[in-house]
């Protein structure tokens, strides 16, 4: 499916990129502002993996499994719905329902011991859970881009697209947590600083 032979292509020194229609947008184009947020949160979710002891290799899994999604949702997001030159639909990678479930699934399980929470969160605790911390925040913010896209005139988006990404943050910040369930959590104390 992928054939790389040439890194440097030259084409994109002018501030333009391809999509995979073969259609040329600038780069701070809000439809490739999304799949490099997307690229982006992939790449700490890769950070995050390195800081996960061998201890917890059911949620390297899970996160190999998200790694791979998200290269789906960048296919997803870099290539356009045209009505002059539709896909065939078995070419087209989307995010499919089932990939939220699992989502879902993978969640609760996590979730499932962990101790109610009481007060708000901060990033910390262990390096893993700092890490996963960092890959919500980039995801959140690739959620804030792909709303904007939905809402541009001219541009599509799959609802499931959406709640995929709004998921996954919701699996990193319980990812995040379950990293720290020996250490604790470590909870913002309120103006305990003023």
């Known amino acids: ?10 084409g994109g020194d002018k501030g333009a990129t391809s999509l995979a229609t073969g259609a040329r947008r600038r780069k701070d184009d809000i439809r490739v502002e999304a799949y490099g947020d997307i690229d982006e949160t992939n790449a700490a979710i890769g950070v995050a993996r390195l800081a996960i002891e061998a201890r917890d290799a ?72 700092a890490h996963l911390h960092m890959a919500r925040t980039i995801c959140r913010r690739a959620e804030r881009v792909m709303v904007t896209l939905m ?3 001219g541009e599509e988006l799959s609802a499931t697209a959406l709640a995929y990404v709004n998921r ?27």
């Open 1 to 10: 499916m992928v054939k790389l032979d040439r890194i440097y292509t030259r």
């Open 58 to 129: 059911a949620l390297d899994q899970m996160l190999e499994r998200i790694q791979n999604d998200l290269f789906d949702l960048g296919a997803e997001l870099a290539t356009p719905h045209d009505p002059e030159k539709p896909l065939d639909p078995a070419m087209r990678l989307a995010i499919l329902p089932s990939q939220v479930e699992r989502l879902e699934r993978e969640i609760d399980q996590l979730n499932a011991d962990l101790a109610p929470l009481r007060s708000f969160v901060l990033p910390g605790g262990t390096a893993a859970a």
């Open 151 to 153: 809402q541009t005139e």
């Open 168 to 194: 996954l943050s919701d699996f990193l910040f319980v990812a995040s947590r379950f990293v720290n369930r020996e250490t604790g959590d470590v909870l913002w104390k309120p103006g305990a600083t003023r």
